[in-house]
């Protein structure tokens, strides 16, 4: 069975505040590692009132610290808003930190609106070619220094660092074939070029001195519980979100309502049901036929899985019995051979 990791965008729920989203990603961060994830990945936000994980590489050194296997990193960093330099300065800190267990992902989106991507970045003055020149700016920072070196990343030079394109169309999946670097794409919300990207990162891979065959690997929304019926019901909160993020009212995360007219279904139209079209939502029975069909459809070296779900011990849950169904997933295959 494919490899299962976990997306946390340490989320701010209505009536928490980003102190408590923080003690909850610790948490979630802990149960991950024992129940057999490989990587806990947070993401750079912006301007969001739901998402507390803005400030990323201290995030995950709050995660790393509380953490002894797990790998821990980036999904991802917003490259155009920061130079280069800081962040290498940044990761070379963790990598120091937390040797060998550092991730890093890059994306090239903003994270936020653009008046906040102005904030950050004082202009968007920039062109197409800008991230690729950051992107390998930012890798040769780790490579070893040579004499005469004018700039150096201290700490950064010489350290082990896993390097990660993202991407939610084909532009990441052509730079992270042509750079010989594994690819991950947020089919967890942004679904719609999928297949192409993912076949056209395959055909065009490069190997490089980081990776000597293509490396897939796929963001999967995922809330699971007890009953089919208890998941759709606590998989309204991801609902509403996405529908006020539409209609341009983000928010903290709500707690979930009972929908089983599929109310909100109609409300959040064609963009919902696009946004969450890969999303596996049920019981364990549910999930694992969910993500067979996923990984059979993508063909993913590892799944991303995110779980916005209100409350934390739902939350919890939802993870334990993701890993569960990865567990039956595997018996089943070894049954078969």
């Known amino acids: 069975m494919t490899t299962l990791s976990v997306l946390d965008l340490s989320p701010i729920v209505e009536g928490g505040d980003a102190a408590q989203s923080f003690r909850n ?8 590692e024992r129940w057999g994830y ?17 400030a990323t590489a201290v995030i995950i050194g709050h995660v790393a610290e509380a953490t002894t296997t797990i790998r821990v990193g980036a999904g991802g960093v917003m490259l155009p808003n920061h130079a280069p330099l800081v962040i290498a300065e940044q990761f070379g800190t963790l990598a120091s930190l937390y040797p060998h267990r550092i991730d890093l992902g890059l994306g090239r989106a903003p994270g936020s609106d653009q008046a906040t991507a102005r904030a950050l970045r004082r202009n968007l003055a920039t062109d197409v070619d800008q991230f690729p020149r950051d992107v390998i700016e930012l890798m040769d920072y780790f490579r070893p220094a040579q004499p005469g070196q004018l700039i150096r990343a201290v700490p950064g030079a010489g350290l082990d660092m896993a390097f990660w394109i993202l991407g939610s169309s084909t532009y990441g999946a052509q730079l992270a074939a042509a750079l010989g670097l594994p690819f991950a794409f947020a089919s967890h919300f942004a679904p719609a ?18 990776l000597d065959r293509p490396y897939v690997m796929a963001g999967v929304g995922l809330v699971a519980a007890e009953t089919d019926a208890e998941a759709q019901r606590l998989f309204t909160s991801v609902k509403q979100a996405f529908i006020n993020l539409g209609q341009g009212r983000p928010g903290p995360l ?6 089983p007219e599929g109310r909100l279904d109609e409300l959040g139209g064609p963009m919902l049901r696009q946004a969450l079209s890969c999303a596996v939502v049920g019981s364990r029975e ?11 459809r993508t063909g993913a070296d590892e799944l991303m899985v995110t779980a916005q779900v209100f409350d934390h011990a739902a939350r919890l849950a939802s993870f334990e019995i993701a890993a569960q169904a990865r567990d039956d997933l595997a018996r089943l295959e070894t049954a078969k051979a």
Do not use: C, I
Not at 25 to 32: E, I, N, S
Not at 254 to 259: A, E, F, H, R
């Open 286 to 296: 549910t999930v694992a036929r969910g993500l067979a069909a996923f990984v059979e």
């Open 254 to 259: 709500p707690p979930p309502v009972d929908d």
């Open 25 to 32: 990603t610790r948490d979630l961060a802990q149960h991950a």
């Open 38 to 54: 490989k990587r806990y990945w947070l993401a750079e936000h912006h301007n969001m009132t739901g998402v507390a994980s803005a």
């Open 193 to 210: 070029y999928l297949d192409q990207a993912l076949a056209l990162y395959r055909s065009q891979f490069r190997p490089s001195e980081h």
